[in-house]
């Protein structure tokens, strides 16, 4: 029904192109490597792994989305429990993959994880959707912030020009592909560097904000619970914002394959993680409202940046740059990990077959990852920054919610399927029914957004019978698509 990938592999100029029928085997399969052959390597370490998860965590979430959760609670005391139970939530999302990680030991995420559990339509389908909304909006959002605290320090008296941070945005975008094309160790390395800024980044919110709970600065916090009411509509969309601002913890999952020592490195690495960016989070929202109100915090377009202008003088011209770093990084580690689920697609036969290719010297799916440079800037010239943050949650959380419950299917359907590390079952039954009932009210909250959202991924299942099914193709069209 669907072109199978290649095993033969032939060169062809700088990359390698599959020739024969039959599943690439996966790195740990056990398959002899063929001679002349290239595969991704694994280069993925214990460190280098939380340093992808932490990463791509914490990136413009932390930046944007207090803004986002206030507004849509509707008091200081409301948009902390938001918070704090997103946080508990991700990491109960976290656990579930880290099972599904270390018992299905492919790359590829969200789309092998389907495939696995419930076929190939459903699996193309996430792999569609991905490729045309969630991934360019994603990349479109972190690289924004990154565009706006990167011009802050220029700007600081002013307003910066809409015009200016989105062409220095797609710079940063530009350089982040050709980064992800050039060297694997170099990406990881930088992505090691950017975590650390990141993690200074949100400690130089946090020290000061401890100092000023000391000194008794504590009034924006009286009567924590009193303001708007939070209302059936508003309360999805602030949980979106939530997850989005903890959205990272599912990319190591993309690199399996590149993992060492999986069954123990991506349990450990998400864990560790998690607790550590939870605690990070709500300790930096505690910091913001020891200084900046309710309604300060919703009229600022820069939200660290205010709070640094306040409490540390000249030294908060530096605040701008971690966080551009930090959001830089998070743009890095995106694309580093979705790349690798459209290589894996594209060896399953669901995407164009040069997708599959890596380069015989970087040993880089180069390809895959500039696929999405037009996408990116098409939504990066198009898109207002909070709607294309709930248009890519819908379908973002629709499948990760899919993804959880296959993990349950899975327990029915593959009971002796090896299992080296296994979550309580009313963990995943739990994160699949919130991220299915946060979807189902996004519909009634915001309509317009995720209803294109709910339509663009519908347009999966027809696109899936017409390049997959559909085995009468005129020849042009088979050439079109590489087969």
């Known amino acids: 029904m669907f072109r199978k990938a290649a095993v033969t592999t032939v060169s062809n100029g700088n990359y390698l ?19 002349g052959k290239v595969v991704l390597k694994k280069k993925v370490t214990l460190l280098r792994g939380i340093s992808i998860i932490i990463g791509t965590i914490i990136g413009a979430g932390i930046f944007i989305s207090p803004k986002g959760i206030l507004k849509n609670t509707g008091s200081v005391g409301m948009s902390l429990t938001v918070w704090t139970v997103c946080g508990i939530l991700s990491l109960f999302g976290a656990l579930c993959y880290a099972e599904l990680g270390t018992c299905i030991k492919k790359s590829g995420g969200h789309y092998t994880y389907i495939l696995e559990a419930f076929g190939p339509l459903p699996a193309f389908v996430r792999v569609w959707v991905e ?16 565009g706006r605290y990167i011009l802050e320090p220029f700007f600081m008296q002013c307003e910066i020009p809409e015009l200016a941070i989105k062409l220095i945005t797609a710079v940063g975008i530009t350089l982040v592909m050709v980064l992800n094309s050039t060297s694997v160790s170099w990406s990881a390395r930088i992505q090691i560097f950017l975590t650390f800024c990141k993690l200074v980044a949100i400690l130089i919110i946090i020290v000061p904000g401890v100092i000023q709970l000391i000194k008794g600065e504590t009034q924006h916090f009286k009567n924590a619970f009193a303001g708007n009411d939070a ?18 913890w599912f990319y190591l999952n993309f690199v399996t394959e590149e993992v060492e020592n999986p069954e123990k490195n991506i349990p450990l690495a998400i864990c560790i993680s998690m607790i550590i960016v939870t605690v990070g989070y709500v300790l930096t929202n505690v910091a913001y409202f020891t200084t900046i109100s309710a309604g300060e915090l919703l009229l600022s377009k820069a939200v660290a940046v205010t709070f640094a202008e306040r409490l540390m003088g000249s030294f908060s011209l530096a605040v701008p740059v971690f966080v551009a770093l930090s959001c830089f990084g998070s743009m890095n580690g995106g694309i580093f990990a979705v790349s690798r689920m459209f290589f894996v697609a594209s060896r399953e036969g669901h995407l164009p077959e040069i997708l599959s290719m890596i380069h015989v010297r970087k040993h880089t799916p180069l390809p895959a990852v500039i696929v999405l440079h037009p996408l990116t800037m098409i939504m990066l010239f198009n898109g207002d920054l909070y ?14 919610g899919l993804v959880v419950a296959g993990l349950i299917y899975l327990r029915y359907k593959r009971p002796d399927m090896p299992r080296p590390f296994k ?16 979807v189902a009210l996004s519909l009634y909250s915001d309509p317009v957004n995720t209803g294109i959202g709910f339509a663009i991924t519908l347009t999966g299942v ?17 050439k079109l698509l590489g087969k």
């Open 17 to 35: 192109q599959g020739q024969a029928n039959g599943r690439l085997p996966s790195m740990d399969s056990g398959q002899p490597a063929q001679e």
């Open 131 to 146: 490729l045309l909304i969630i991934r360019p909006a994603a990349t479109a959002v972190i690289s924004l912030a990154f």
């Open 231 to 248: 209302s059936v509509m508003g309360l999805p969309l602030a949980f979106y914002s939530g997850m989005y601002a903890y959205s990272g």
């Open 387 to 400: 709607s294309l943050l709930n248009f890519l949650s819908f379908a973002r959380w629709l499948f990760i």
């Open 423 to 438: 979550v309580p079952l009313f963990i995943p039954a739990l994160f699949s029914f919130t991220c299915l009932f946060m």
């Open 462 to 478: 027809p696109a899936y019978y017409l390049f997959i099914v559909w085995d009468k193709k005129p020849k042009w069209f088979r």
